[in-house]
Structures are given as C-alpha cells and as structure tokens.
DNA sequence: TTTATACTTCGCCAATCAACGAAATATAGG
DNA sequence: CCTATATTTCGTTGATTGGCGAAGTATAAA
C-alpha cells in the first residue's frame, strides 16, 4: 500500500506530471528541469526526490550535471504503468503541447551553456 | 489537465484507494462504506463527493439510501483506466485482502439493518 | 590544495486537505 | 401533514504539502 500511495501521492502534482511528460523524449538535467518548471532549484530538487522516492524517476549523475530519466518502459511495475496512464491521459493537453514545444527549444542547449547564462545552477 | 489532476488528487489517500477497490465486487451504501472505513459519516461523504466529482465513482438513491459504484469497466476513460491500475496493484496488497474478508460479512447486512443497529446512520 | 559549481537539505510560511461534530437538506414513512 | 431518517454541507482544527531562500554537501575544475 505503501509504494502504490507514495506513487498517486507523487502524481496528485500539476508540475510532476508536466515533469514526467517531459521526460518522455529523453532524460533532462536538473538546470533544465528547473529552466523548464520556472521554479526555484531546491523546489524542483524536492519534486524529483518525491518522484524518485516513488519509482518514477532515476537519477545519475555525469560530472557536474545530475541527469532524470523515466524507469525502462515496459517494466511491468506500478510505476511503469502509471506512468503509460500519464503520458497517454494527457497527451492531448495543451499545456502540455506548450511545454513540449518550449521544451525541442531547451534540450538544444547544453547544461553547461545554460547555467552560464542563468543564475538557474 | 484539470481532469486528470482531479483524479491523481482522488487516488492520492488511503481511504479513497481502499473504496476504490472495496466497489470493485459490486454497489455499496454510504452507509457500508461508513461502517467499512470506521470514519465519520460526514467524512465518507465528502470522500465519495472528491470521488464523484473525479469521475471514479457514481450514484444511485435508492429509498433512504444513497448507493455507489464504480463507472462501466472498460469505458476507456482516463477515470476507468486509472481504477483498472489501481484494483491491479493492489491486488495482492494485505491492508487490502483484510478489506475483502471484512466486506464479505458487511454485504450480507441489509442497509436497513446496518442503520438500526449502529449509529451510523 | 583551494575554489567553484550543481545539487540537496533545512527551516519557514502560506495554502490545502482529512477528520470531526453540528446544521441543513431531501425525501421516505407514518 | 408531520416526523424520522440518510445524507450532504458547513465551520473548525491540526496535519500535510508546495514554494522560497539559506545553508550544507559532493565533487569537478583550477
């Protein structure tokens, strides 16, 4: 019960959700998410640690840059399939197609190039 | 994106899961629901209310009393989808297996006799 | 080794939410 | 029609949660 509540407790999020859709191409770093979100880091920071505590996500870490990725699809798991529920619920939200487009412009640049312009990292 | 927040927000408690699946054999009364959860009746209420309104749940008066079920299966409702992930990974869940033992005997009571010996109702 | 950097954790605050009892409501039953 | 009843809605309270800036941490870069 436990890791199925941690899972709907992690997607009864307006920006979770968009996170998670927005991972879907590819994974993101961190600065991206938060360029992406518009939120401050230690907030966007607090969001992925709910969603890796549930299963959604997983981290690693490449130099300076900590990069998110969705779980292997087809995996089975709750938090697979909660995640296919997502992607497919929302696939034709506008505020997700928005965020889509915003997000081909974001991941054409580096993490390194957008921390230099940003006080986002 | 509303819609789909209003469900993930639905599932996002113990008690509403629990309900979720306590409908899935067939119809309960408020009144069952109550005596189910050991909460307040004003509580299961305005549980069902976040449930309804979520579209996870519908319902029927009848008489005095006040049933509910869960929509058509297979309706490929966003709502439905999410119920089928839920009944799915909970299936094998402890709390949950309890739950069954426990609505076997409370469906076996008539609403009109549930009320005249508790003060549920 | 020291400094810089990306990220995480902490502490605080305001908003939201689950629980309860009381009041209100709709309608069944006498 | 009046009374009883099942349920819903309202108002209050304590707990939880999303947001922020500051402090802490791990480690890359100089």
Known sequence: MRSVLNITKALADENRLRVLVALQPGELCVCQ???????????????????????LVEGRKQG?????????????TEASEAITWVAR?????RQILEDGARLKALRRV??????RKRKTC
Not at 39 to 48: D, E, F, G, Y
Not at 89 to 93: E, F, K, P, T, V
Not at 110 to 115: E, H, Q, R, S, W
Request: charged residues 15%; contains cysteine.
């Open 64 to 76: 300076r840059w900590m990069y998110y990725r969705l779980p292997e699809p087809g995996g089975g």
């Open 110 to 115: 580096t993490p390194n190039d957008l921390c």
């Open 33 to 55: 998410i938060t360029e992406f979100l518009g939120l401050a880091m230690s907030t966007v920071s607090k969001h992925l640690s709910i969603l890796s505590q549930a299963g």
């Open 89 to 93: 619920s929302l696939s034709g939200n």
